[in-house]
Structure formats: C-alpha cells, structure tokens
C-alpha cells in the first residue's frame, strides 16, 4: 500500500492552514475566507480546548470499555479539526444529525458526554431529548439511515417556512455527519437524489477517515466522493479535515447557502481515523503502520497549536491550563460512570406503547421470571 494511503485525489482540497501551522490559503479556500471574519480571538482559542478536551475525554472512554464499564466504544481521535470547526459553524437553531462518532460535535451543542457513556453502556434507549442539548439528534448505529433522518427533516424545515427566510439569524437548516462507508449505502445516495429533488435546506458533511472498519475508500470509489455528490446536483466542496479553519469555514458558508434557499450542499472533509473503528476492532490487521505514522505527523492539535503559538494568541501557560481541563474532565467523567449502576431490564418493554398491551405485558413477566431463574439456581 505505500506510506500514502490509496484514496482518490483528483479533487482540491480547500486548505487555510498548513500542516506546518502557518495560515497559507490556497486559491480553493478563497471563497471563503470571508466566514473567517466572524471568529474572534476568543473562538479561535476555543478550538484548540475543544479538540484537546474531547481528545482526553475519547481516551478515557476507551479505557472505560477496556475495563469492562461499557459495552462498546467509537473512538474519533485524528477527526477533532472537522468535527469541531463544523460543529461550531452550525448556529443555535440549526439540526444536527450524527452518525456515531460526533463526540465534538455533541460536546459542542451541549450534550453531557455521559449520555454518550450511559447509552453505550445500555442504560437508555436513545441517549438523550435532542431538544435540551442544542437539537443534537441520537447516534445512529444502522449506517447511512441519519441522512435519511435529516433530509425528511430538511423537507419539513422548508414547508414550514423556516429556510429562505432572509433573516440569517432566524433561518434553519440540517446538518449530518456520515463516514466514507455510509456512501456505499443505497441510504445515503437516496437521501441526496431527495435533497436535490426538493432543494432541501442541509448539508451532508462526510467525515472520510479513509477506513469502512477494514475497506479502504479506494475499495469503494475510484473518483473522488466529493464529485459523486456533485452527480447528485449538490453544491459539493472538498476541504482539508485536518484544518479546523477551513473546515469552519466551509461549513459556515455551506450553511448559510442552505438557510437562504439556495438547496444541499455536501462537503468531504478529508481526515483519518487513528484508532480502531471500534473498540471491538483491530486495526492492525487490516491497515499499515506506515500508514498511520504518516497521518501521526499531520495531526490536527499539534498542527492548530503551531498556528496559535505563529500568531502569539496563546502561551504556555494557557496550553497547560487546557490540558489541566481535559484531565479534570476525564477524571470526572470516570467517577460519575463508575457510579451509574445498572438498570431494570424490564424497561425495554415499557415504552413499545403508549398504553399497556398484553403481548408486551405477557413478555416481561416471561423475562422476569427467566432473570429469576438464574437466582434459584444459585
């Protein structure tokens, strides 16, 4: 396979800082760099914590599952710069429909990352009211369904009135997140043939870490994804994953697009997965260490670090301080898992209807009475 992993590259990727740190935009990020006058001092600062926090918070998690407090866990270190340059583009009132894997992006809008833990720990059916943590929607585990989820949620957004408003501040839009696997599915590409049909007010955001669990994207398209979409008849931009300013960028602008009325958009943010798909696979038996070492040294935080120290906007004494949060955020988040208990296994079944049914009743007596079997035979 090489050092370089085998992805289609035909596209140029819009890229506004270098993988040195220095701010260098491209011709391909011209268009905009306008979106970057909309980030103070105190945003761009913001996200390097956030990357650096949900980073530590990631790693804890995995040692959880490691040791047996959770099921399973998805680990998104290498994609913290397209996570939390998109998410942070996204305004208050927009949607956000994640696959599994937007950790950031629900830190972001505010959800508890123990709903996260709770969930694949099996103690919820869902995880959380996506209402009360900034209309962040529930992780999807069946690949490819959220973009479904979102663009029937785009339809209603625009037959309610709520896009094309002209008044950015008010306007809504979706936005959803899928990986380069979920293009392989009939899902996803039925979703963009409806969002261009009805010109809906979303953006599809494909976080390509270049892995379907062992596939390589090369194994899946020959062309680039991001022209793919452009076959759909959607505004599609390719934009360097690792840049949290160009994703930022580029995400903004595809937005405000989408709230105007102008229809999708869809943006390939280009990145890599470190770690395992999941904590249930192993990566080393199907990808080369060359290859990761290559995507090591283009690590997103040391790169957007170099960016911050070239423009004097942080010291080292602010950096520690952020490492210092992410510990005390990691440790937290250990205590209050290992405090979280079990849950009654009855509850599966109180919520198939919304009045009590007697199939349903008549299954949990058979499950409790199986559950206490085990109890008797002790």
């Known amino acids: 396979m090489g050092t370089v992993p085998e992805t289609p590259d035909d596209a140029v990727s819009v890229q506004i800082i270098s993988p040195e740190g220095r701010y260098e935009p491209n011709a391909a990020a011209e268009e905009f760099l306008p979106y ?95 209402e009360e943590v900034g209309n962040f929607h529930l992780y999807t585990l069946v690949i490819g369904s959220q973009t479904l989820h979102a663009t029937g949620y785009a339809m209603g957004i625009a037959l309610d009135g709520k896009s094309g408003t ?33 010109q809906t007010p979303q953006v599809f955001f494909l976080q390509n870490n270049h892995w379907a669990i062992s596939v390589p994207v090369s194994r899946q398209s020959r062309t680039p994804l991001v022209d793919r979409a452009a076959g759909f008849g ?35 943010a280009i990145t890599y997965r470190i770690g395992a798909h999941t904590t249930s696979d192993d990566p080393t038996r199907y990808r080369e260490a060359e290859e990761l070492a290559y995507w090591e040294a283009r690590d997103p935080i040391l790169r957007y670090r170099h960016h ?15 490492d210092q949060e992410a510990m005390d955020l990691a440790a937290d988040l250990r205590r209050r898992t290992l405090a979280l208990g079990t849950v009654d296994v009855g509850l599966i079944f109180d919520n198939v209807y919304a009045e009590d049914h007697p199939v349903v009743r008549e299954q949990k007596q058979w499950l409790a009475a199986y559950e206490a079997g085990f109890g008797e035979a002790r």
């Open 308 to 322: 911050l120290e070239q423009r004097d906007l942080a010291d080292g004494d602010w950096f520690r301080s952020v």
């Open 36 to 130: 970057l006058e909309r980030v103070d001092e105190d945003l761009l600062r913001r996200f390097y914590r956030d990357m650096v926090v949900i980073r530590r918070a990631d790693a804890e998690a995995g040692h959880l599952q490691r040791q047996g407090q959770l099921a399973l866990w998805v680990p998104s270190h290498g994609q913290e710069a397209a996570q939390v340059g998109s998410g942070h583009a996204a305004r208050p009132q927009d949607s956000i429909f994640p696959a599994y894997r937007e950790h950031a992006v629900g830190m972001i809008r505010g959800l508890d990352l123990l709903d996260i833990i709770r969930m694949l720990r099996g103690l919820t059916h869902g995880g959380w009211v996506p």
């Open 166 to 198: 002209g008044s950015p501040e008010e306007a809504e839009a979706a936005l959803v997140y899928f990986g380069d696997g979920a293009t392989s599915q009939g899902d996803t590409n039925e979703a963009m043939i409806w969002a261009a049909s009805y």
């Open 234 to 268: 959607l505004r599609s931009t390719r934009v360097d994953g690792n840049d949290v300013l160009a994703s930022y960028a580029v995400t903004a602008k595809q937005l405000d697009d989408a709230r105007a009325g102008r229809g999708p958009g869809f943006i390939e």
